[in-house]
């Protein structure tokens, strides 16, 4: 129960996943939340406990809901009677185009990608700071830029990025607080046509998909080996710059 233990919101599948497996080989214990991917949940858990003898546990929340956040911080207490790193992974994309798309639709992305990490920030924070923890938010390098058929998605997560910057601040000198920028990564769940794929895969420098793994070793490094690291954000896009 002395190990560092990290919470991962999103963690059944995915970069999440990814990430829960990389910590789990660094020796930590894992919380690791879900909110419809019972199946996929449970099954890493089970992986992630024949691993170095990693202890993981598993929590159901609808990240909508206000009391979420306290939820999820009270059982990992509860349970490992610690938690040192928090990452924010959990998070809603599907196409808006902006033209076409109600603005009521905007509340669902700031929901889940904006309003979610930041009550667990809040909730996590005294937690996190008994031990000089650390906080890690999924952004995107879209972030930057703008995209014009995900423009609320890109709303929130630009925002997120802001608030990733006010908290490094706010939470210093106890709590380092970064951000990691995925570039193409997965192919989302929704159908993506192969000249598009073809073409940003092309806009990267390395010339090729990454992987989930990338990310995952970007999000430890930023956890447990960047002590002099706060306020900042990586990108890990194959040197995708231009990606207009």
Same mark, same amino acid.
């Given at each position: 129960?002395?190990?560092?233990?990290?919470?991962?919101?999103?963690?059944?599948?995915?970069?999440?996943?990814? !990430?829960?497996?990389?910590?789990?080989?660094?020796?930590?214990?894992?919380?690791?939340?879900?909110?419809?991917?019972?199946?996929?949940?449970?099954?890493?858990?089970?992986?992630?406990?024949?691993?170095?003898?990693?202890?993981? /546990?598993?929590?159901?929340?609808?990240?909508?809901?206000?009391?979420?956040?306290?939820?999820?911080?009270?059982?990992?207490?509860?349970?490992?009677?610690?938690?040192?790193?928090?990452?924010?992974?959990?998070?809603?994309?599907?196409? !808006?185009?902006?033209?076409?798309?109600?603005?009521?639709?905007?509340?669902?992305?700031?929901?889940?990608?904006?309003?979610?990490?930041?009550?667990?920030?809040?909730?996590?924070?005294?937690? +996190?700071?008994?031990?000089?923890?650390? /906080?890690?938010?999924?952004?995107? /390098?879209?972030?930057?830029?703008?995209?014009?058929?995900?423009?609320?998605?890109?709303?929130?997560?630009?925002?997120?990025?802001? +608030?990733?910057?006010?908290?490094?601040?706010?939470?210093?000198?106890?709590? @380092?607080?970064?951000?990691?920028?995925?570039?193409?990564?997965?192919?989302?769940? +929704?159908?993506?046509?192969?000249?598009?794929?073809?073409?940003? /895969?092309?806009?990267?420098?390395?010339?090729?998909?990454?992987?989930?793994?990338?990310?995952?070793?970007?999000?430890?490094?930023?956890?447990?080996?960047?002590?002099? !690291?706060?306020?900042?954000?990586?990108?890990?896009?194959?040197? @995708?710059?231009?990606?207009?």
């Amino acid at each position: 129960m002395s190990r560092p233990t990290v919470l991962i919101t999103g963690a059944a599948r995915r970069i999440g996943r990814a !990430t829960a497996l990389a910590f789990a080989k660094k020796g930590c214990n894992l919380v690791l939340h879900y909110n419809q991917s019972e199946a996929e949940a449970t099954k890493l858990a089970d992986e992630l406990n024949q691993l170095n003898d990693t202890a993981s /546990i598993t929590v159901q929340a609808d990240l909508n809901a206000e009391s979420a956040a306290s939820q999820l911080v009270d059982k990992t207490l509860n349970h490992f009677n610690r938690l040192d790193h928090l990452v924010n992974n959990a998070s809603v994309f599907y196409p !808006t185009p902006l033209i076409h798309t109600p603005v009521e639709n905007l509340s669902a992305f700031l929901t889940t990608n904006l309003f979610a990490p930041v009550r667990l920030i809040n909730q996590a924070a005294t937690a +996190i700071k008994t031990n000089k923890g650390s /906080i890690v938010n999924l952004i995107d /390098i879209y972030a930057d830029a703008g995209l014009a058929d995900h423009s609320f998605y890109v709303a929130a997560k630009s925002a997120l990025k802001t +608030i990733t910057h006010a908290c490094a601040q706010r939470f210093a000198p106890d709590i @380092r607080v970064n951000g990691v920028s995925p570039g193409a990564i997965l192919w989302p769940d +929704i159908p993506v046509e192969q000249a598009k794929k073809k073409a940003i /895969i092309n806009h990267s420098a390395l010339k090729t998909l990454g992987h989930p793994e990338n990310i995952a070793e970007t999000i430890v490094y930023l956890c447990l080996n960047a002590h002099y !690291t706060t306020g900042s954000i990586i990108r890990v896009d194959g040197g @995708r710059r231009d990606y207009l």
